[in-house]
């Protein structure tokens, strides 16, 4: 395995290794994904094992432009209601953190859906990956570089630590901009159903298209059924994106509640919500107490909330306890994230 910083060479090698089956770890916006051709059922066969994931769980198809989206979606199965919302979608949210799950072009291999007729597909903002995904022919699947169920990883050195020589070649593009994951949205159905919250928060989405359904619920159970007959929300299981230290969460009210203990890692939203825990005990305690943003700013808290929970995984505390983000924007997925985080 080796990281090789991005450059028109390493991108060069990188679609090389694609187009002849291998597996790559590559930049987003988001977070790292783990290509391949979305063309190559064998490929597709290798990211399942490399991430130890179910192969009930469906990818993500990435495109590197919106031509191109024909090559992965059959257009002629819409509605001309459902272009509509998806011109719109796509005119306003893409290149960017926005999957959109519609009926899946018959060149896809089934592997990639997970047997579903539909697929998701995303045009991601990072240019790296427009470029390598160019290169590669145009249509690369990738589920996030780590394994199945652990932290998202959003540096090459994350996906290093977790995937290491199950991936030849990981390039390096920097930290991730936004740092979580795409919002899954669902225009199979007649009414457009929100699978994930994401890097597109559902209120902008919303304000485009009108009401949507949230159907991300933490309840919602692998064997749960879709209209379209396929799972629910296949990578919503209630236990993902964990960290190995068990985590609990809690609201801004419960700050006064908080247990005192040492070996035990605090993580704020703000600065001010640390100043009131600090307020309750003897200032000369050391406790181990993290801030995701010191301004409260949930863009910035959602950049760095993987980072931060990868290093306080690293400290081998026995316990994280987790300050939930205002729940809306960019908060509902962090909070999405920190509560299947939880144990
Ligand atoms: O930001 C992202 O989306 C990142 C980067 C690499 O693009 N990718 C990512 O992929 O998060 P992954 O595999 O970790 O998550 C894909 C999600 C899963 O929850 C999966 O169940 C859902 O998308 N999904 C994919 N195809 C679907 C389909 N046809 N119907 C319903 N959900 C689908
Ligand atoms: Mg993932």
Known sequence: MEILPVSDESLKKAAQVLQNGGIIAFPTET?????????????????????????????????CNIG????????????????RKLYLLTGNFWPGPLSLVLPKNENIPAIATAGLNTTAVRLPANKAAQKLIKL????????????????????????????????????DGGAALVG????VLDLSCEQVRL?????IPKEKIEKLIGAVIDASAITAAPEEKSPNGGLASPGQLKSHY????PLTVFAKEEIQNLPHKENTAYLFFDNASREQFKSNFESDNQYNLWVLSSSGNISEAAACLFETLHKLDALGVQRIFAQLAPQKGLGSAINDRLMRASR
């Open 242 to 245: 964990a960290p190995r230290t």
């Open 68 to 83: 191109t989206l024909d090559k992965v979606i059959d257009l002629s199965q819409l509605s001309e209601e459902t272009k």
């Open 136 to 171: 590669a022919g145009g249509v690369v699947a990738a589920p996030s570089a780590n394994p199945f169920g652990a932290l998202s990883p959003t540096t090459a050195h994350h996906v290093k630590d977790g995937l290491g020589d199950k991936v030849d070649i990981i390039l």
């Open 31 to 63: 977070v790292y994904g783990l290509g391949a051709d979305a063309y190559n059922a064998d490929a597709l066969v290798k990211v399942f094992e490399a991430k130890g994931r179910p192969r009930f769980d469906p990818l993500i198809i990435h495109i």
């Open 195 to 199: 699978l994930r919250h994401g890097g």
């Open 180 to 183: 979580i994951e795409s919002t």
